[in-house]
Nanobody
Framework: QVQLVESGGGLVQAGDSLRLSCIAS????????MGWCRQIPGKERECVAS????????KYKDSVTGRFAISRDNAKNTVYLQMNKVKPEDTAVYYC?????????????????WGQGTQVTVSS
């Protein structure tokens, strides 16, 4: 069973950049599709980025396309989310998640394992 731990969250200003990291333990990430999802209090969790097993294919929610980039280093069992030109509406708890899906997906229901989350707050 893989365990996921996120880091890198914090308080930033609109327009800044931030990189989140997710380190896995207990199992290799190589056979898992990985995603980054977020949740605002009172709202449903949504996935904003996903990477295929090799990282060669990615998928993004429209609202972050062109600003966020997901990448993975399977040798380090680590997944990243580079967040550029952040906006106040990006404020949320960000979760790293793993899926047995065959392709990259931003369908939150496809993810079965979650990290504890890291808070990202963007001030205007």
């Amino acid at each position: 069973q893989v365990q996921l731990v996120e880091s890198g969250g914090g308080l930033v200003q609109a327009g800044d950049s931030l990189r989140l990291s997710c380190i896995a333990s207990g199992s290799s990430l190589m056979k898992l599709v990985m995603g980054w999802c977020r949740q605002i209090p009172g709202k449903e969790r949504e996935c904003v980025a996903s990477a295929s097993r090799s990282g060669g294919n990615t998928k993004y929610k429209d609202s972050v396309t062109g600003r966020f980039a997901i990448s993975r280093d399977n040798a380090k069992n680590t997944v990243y989310l580079q967040m550029n030109k952040v906006k106040p509406e990006d404020t949320a708890v960000y979760y790293c998640a793993a899926s047995n899906n065959l392709i990259a997906t931003i369908d939150v229901l496809q993810y079965h394992t979650w990290g504890q989350g890291t808070q990202v707050t963007v001030s205007s």
